[in-house]
């Protein structure tokens, strides 16, 4: 949205008339000073120059009279009938893409679909790098044949009728070429110098503000992922490739490629480096480094791809945090929300039960922190990460309840509260009233009670023999439970304690009046307390 002018309105265009009508009485609006009224305009260039609305029910049909379709979803739906129509003519496939038809179908009143081609030498550059400029800056859908091999045409839609449509081809081909001429022009220049040899360039580019350049970040994170692949287990050949590519992950922003098309950024990095000989794993960990760019996009598939970008995302988020920067409301200039959500993605999709403090610690120590600013700063990422996990099991629909309690356990990995969160679901533990009721009991009585151990001969008697002697089988058999990861023998021990404590509490006075008895007690819940509160504040399903 823009302002125009002096005034305060924002909106997309300028406000030039506005229509309001219940069916033949113009509702009074004002906005933008223009005021409502029953007069419109069709096409540009195919419609009348004003046009009266006699009734909101003529609305529809007197607009499509005067070449403007009025219904988003039916000019959707021609759209994309227009253009697989014209590809299947040409014995072709069209690289689909909706949001590219989502864009197309808002920028058009009257749509035509028609068919463009370009010199097949320019097939000799790397698909994305024609591709690219198609889609994002032409907004055209590129062909592909029956193997999916780049065709030298493309599809795009033109706002108006098939009037002269040769001549708007035309001017669209021209316009492409000269998109393809520079892609070409850059190309041969990247190619000039290999991606190692490029490193000397990271120094002229700064990462942030007081935070150095590109080469200093590639330094970080080659320190970073060795911290991070010891973490999670990463093998040896995993980790000389992530080496490798974390030595070229940032090369191809020197190159004039990426400068003039930065979505290329990565894509880029993986031809040039396989044009160069690297392996296809380096490549294509150089590649991922930047996935997932978008919800809903392909996530890291390789072991040094998914470090990589883990790593890279660390050090962009702590890094923007250490400067205050931290994202409030709408505002989130360097995506750090997406790239949070990015992490948790990839961890939620791995088999890496890994704690990411270390890794955050380690980037603050890279990024020179203060000693004495580490720990607020660390809150704040861990609350940062812990929300936009939260959100995460909303969009699944996960009841608020079970998240909270999950969430209640700061020491819970990614992969632990993913298996603990189908565990709850699967055996739904939060319906047991008896249970919350029990846990709730014994966190009123020790919620600050530190525990120091439970000193059995003070145990008198049965019930308090009988809840000892069931805690500490739970306690070993949750132990167990998590060592093995089978989350749902862990979210079913609480539930054993339940009869255990419920006797416990009929038949024995925890405040006797001998001190040492009260106080071994009162270990004796926390004991049992504990145990049952492994996986989280069990209170939070009441």
Known sequence: ?????????????????????????VIPVEFATVKSGNVTRGHRFLGADEITIKNASSYVDT???N?????????RELISKQLHDMAASKNASIVWDDDLLEEINYLVEWPTALCGGFEESYLALPDAAIITPMKDHQRYFPLVDQDGKLLPMFLTVRNGSDHSIEVVQAGNERVLRARLDDAKFFF?????????DRQDGLTKIVFQEGLGNLADKTERLLKLGRVFGKECGLHEDAAVVLERATELAKTDLTTGMVTEFTELQGVMGKEYALL????????????????????GDVLPQTEAGKVLSIIDKVDNIVATFSRGLI????????????????????????EWNISLRPIFKASMELLNVPAEKQDELLGQVEEFFTLRLKNIFLDREVPHHVIDLLLSNNELSVADAEGLVNALLANRIDENVE?????????NLVKDVEYTGVNSDL????????????????????SAAWEAGDYDAVVAVPATLVPAINKFFEDVMVMDKDEAIKANRLQLVRLAYSVMAIIGDISALK
């Open 276 to 295: 160069d000989g690297e392996s296809p794993e380096v490549a294509e960990a150089i590649f991922e480094q930047y996935l997932p760019r978008f919800a």
């Open 1 to 25: 949205s823009m302002h125009w002018g002096n005034l305060d309105a924002k909106f997309v265009r300028p406000v030039r008339w506005l229509v309001a009508l219940l069916d033949e009485e």
């Open 459 to 478: 145990l008198k008697e049965d019930a308090e023999k009988a809840l000892f002697e069931a805690a500490s089988k739970a306690s070993e058999a949750s």
């Open 327 to 350: 994202p409030t409301g709408s505002q989130d200039p360097y995506a750090l929300r997406r790239q949070t959500i990015g992490i948790l993605n990839i961890l939620l999709g791995s």
């Open 63 to 65: 607009l499509k009279e």
């Open 67 to 75: 070449f403007v379709m009025v219904d988003q979803d039916a000019r």
């Open 435 to 443: 249970l919350v009721q029990a846990y709730t009991r014994m966190y």
């Open 188 to 196: 041969n220049e990247d190619r000039k110098k290999p991606l190692i």
